[in-house]
């Protein structure tokens, strides 16, 4: 359980950062300022061109160097950077699929620019953003498990170490992937249940 535990742990630090650094690139990648939409679009297009395992290595012995941070947030930090690409792609597709006369209407109104985001159009793509969110939480789920290779103890570390030890290989193996299923399965579960309770509140708030 304790390798269950690391593993949810360092899925929510990953999550949680690439929550952040996604919202903070989908903000310049809808900026009419250019340069920062071409910021957002490097850091997208090198993280999504490159393999994670790399990204790990990069970043993990890259702030050892600097901090000892330990494997934990090391790993998590590097998780987070690699799901903030894509997480900044779906803040990114909610914000612009929302009807700009909202905006407008908001403005007209008085709002700042800031104040209309954060009202009216944010509240409205965290929910479009929500299906694709939860994707990417289990992607995330899945992922972490490359953090084994620095080191970190999560299922597939103790998988390995309990396979080096037994040398029982696929035993071993076909029971930390059950354990990653009953966690997908629990993840789902609670997806869906927040997203039929927003679809349910917003439902009665135009009725």
Do not use: C
């Not at 300022?33 to 395992?53: C, E, F, H, N």
């Not at 160097?65 to 799901?83: F, T």
């Amino acid at each position: 359980m304790d390798a269950v535990l690391a593993t949810v742990q360092i899925t929510l630090v990953g999550l949680i950062i690439g929550l952040v650094i996604g919202l903070f690139f989908a903000f310049l990648k809808v900026s009419n300022i250019k340069i920062l939409s071409i910021i957002a679009d490097i850091y997208i297009y090198i993280i999504r061109g490159t393999p994670l395992i790399v990204q790990i290595f990069i970043l993990y012995f890259g702030l050892v160097e600097i901090v000892d941070l330990g494997r934990l947030w090391a790993g998590g930090i590097a998780l987070g950077v690699h799901n903030g690409a894509y997480v900044a792609e779906i803040f990114r597709g909610s914000i612009q699929s929302i009807d700009k006369g909202q905006t407008e209407a908001a403005r007209s109104l008085g709002m700042p620019s800031w104040l209309a985001m954060r009202r009216v159009v944010l509240p409205q793509a965290f929910r479009r953003a929500l299906p694709p969110l939860g994707n990417q939480l289990i992607i995330a789920l899945k992922d972490s498990s490359l953090v084994a290779f620095i080191g970190f103890q999560d299922l597939f570390n103790r998988a390995q170490r309990l396979t080096s030890s037994t040398g029982l290989a696929m035993e071993n193996y076909i029971i930390v992937g059950i354990y990653y299923l009953v966690l997908v399965l629990i993840l789902t579960f609670l997806v869906n249940r927040l997203e039929h309770r927003l679809s349910k509140s917003e439902r009665g708030a135009i009725s």
